[in-house]
């Protein structure tokens, strides 16, 4: 399977690339083919890190206990995608994906 995508999440919204040049992404154990991402250009670039600076105030003036909400949030989200985040994980460093079962699943308050 080939995952095939054309824009970036940008300030809170899928955003189509402005060029059509791509990049492949091999997976390193096999070289085979695993993705086709866009390559991006400076204007992206500048316009995420705009977007993430202009968010920074907002993020910065919430509660901790309002952070600590999100992130707990977050972290089920990415639970629910373990697999297919464990796969992705597998194919970018060349590992058998049976071996990061758990890995990237594994939260802060797991620990607690």
Known sequence: ???????FYINGEWVKASSKETLEVTTSGTGELY????AGTVD????????AAAAFSGWASTSPKER???????SEKLAERSDEIALTIANEVGNAPHALQGYSSGTADDDL
Not at 35 to 38: K, R
Not at 44 to 51: F, G, Q, S
């Open 1 to 7: 399977m080939t995952i095939v995508r054309d824009s």
């Open 35 to 38: 993705a086709t991402i866009p």
């Open 44 to 51: 992206e670039a500048n316009r995420a890190v705009e977007a």
């Open 68 to 74: 600590g909400e999100f992130l707990l949030r977050i």
